[in-house]
C-alpha cells in the first residue's frame, strides 16, 4: 500500500453506537491529521498529531476520541453521535507537523452516516 | 486577518475548453505558503502544486498551469483542453506565516461535459 489509507471507506453509526476510524500513512511523515468535510462546509481541521503527541485540538466535542500509537497510525473513536456529525472524515500526513510548511496528503476519507 | 477566496462557486465547460479557477489570498504577511487541492467525486484530496509568496515564476506541468500575482494576492489555476476527468471540486489554501495550519476555502466545483 502507499500513500495514506483510510478504513472504513464507509460507516453507518447509530447515535448509541462505537466505532472508530482508521488511518494509516506509509510516507515516513511525522504528522497526521483529523478533518472534518461536512455538506457545503470549509475543511474544519480536528487533530494535529506530531511525533505522536497532540499539538493542536479545535475545539472537538468530547464524543470524538483521537490516538495515535505511533507515527504511521492514527485512529478516530466515536460514541453518542450525533447526526449532524455525518459528514467526510479526512485523515492527511506531512512530514513535519503544526509548525511547518510541508504538502499535507490526504487519505480517501471515511464518509460516516450517523442515524 | 487573513482571508481566500474562490469567488466561482461551480464552473461547467465542455471537453477541450480551456478553464481558469481564481484564488485571491488576501493577507499582511509577506512569507506564506499556497496550495492547490483536488477532490474528484471519490473524496480524496489530491495534492497539485505548492508555491512559496517570493516564488512569482508560473508554472507549468502538463495542462495544468498556475499564475502567481504578489500585487493582486491572486493564485490562478489553468486547466489547458479540459477533460472530464478534470471534473472535481479544487481548493485553494495558505498556509499563513508557516506556524498555522492549512486554511481551505470553499472550493469551486468544475464541471467538464463531454
Known amino acids: 500500500e502507499t500513500g495514506v489509507t483510510q478504513t472504513p471507506r464507509h460507516l453507518v453509526m447509530g447515535m448509541t453506537n462505537k466505532k472508530s476510524l482508521k488511518c494509516e500513512q506509509h510516507?515516513?511523515?511525522?504528522?497526521m491529521y483529523w478533518y472534518k468535510q461536512s455538506a457545503k462546509k470549509p475543511l474544519e481541521l480536528m487533530f494535529v498529531?506530531?511525533?505522536?503527541?497532540?499539538?493542536e485540538n479545535n475545539s472537538v466535542p468530547s464524543r470524538f476520541s483521537p490516538e495515535c500509537p505511533n507515527s504511521s497510525h492514527l485512529f478516530l473513536h466515536l460514541h453518542t453521535l450525533q447526526p449532524e456529525d455525518s459528514a467526510l472524515y479526512l485523515c492527511?500526513?506531512?512530514?513535519?507537523?503544526?509548525?511547518?510548511?510541508?504538502?499535507?496528503?490526504f487519505g480517501p476519507g471515511t464518509r460516516l452516516t450517523v442515524l | 486577518a487573513q482571508k481566500v477566496t474562490q469567488a466561482q462557486t461551480e464552473i461547467s465547460v465542455v471537453e477541450k475548453e480551456d478553464v481558469t479557477l481564481d484564488c485571491v489570498y488576501e493577507?499582511?504577511?509577506?512569507?506564506?505558503?499556497l496550495f492547490w487541492y483536488k477532490q474528484p467525486p471519490s473524496g480524496e484530496l489530491v495534492f497539485l502544486i505548492r508555491?512559496?509568496?517570493?516564488?512569482?515564476q508560473n508554472e507549468i506541468s502538463g495542462r495544468y498551469s498556475w499564475n502567481f500575482q504578489k500585487s493582486t494576492s491572486s493564485f490562478n489555476f489553468t486547466i489547458t483542453a479540459s477533460q472530464v476527468v478534470d471534473s472535481a471540486v479544487y481548493f485553494c489554501?495558505?498556509?499563513?506565516?508557516?506556524?498555522?495550519?492549512?486554511?481551505f476555502g470553499k472550493g469551486t466545483r468544475l464541471s467538464v461535459i463531454a
Open positions: 508555491r512559496n509568496s517570493f516564488d512569482e
Open positions: 498529531y506530531s511525533l505522536e503527541e497532540r499539538v
Open positions: 489554501a495558505p498556509i499563513p506565516r508557516g506556524n498555522t495550519p492549512l486554511v
Open positions: 510516507l515516513g511523515h511525522n504528522a
Open positions: 493577507t499582511r504577511d509577506t512569507t506564506y505558503y
Open positions: 492527511a500526513s506531512s512530514q513535519e507537523g503544526l509548525l511547518s510548511t510541508d504538502t499535507q496528503y
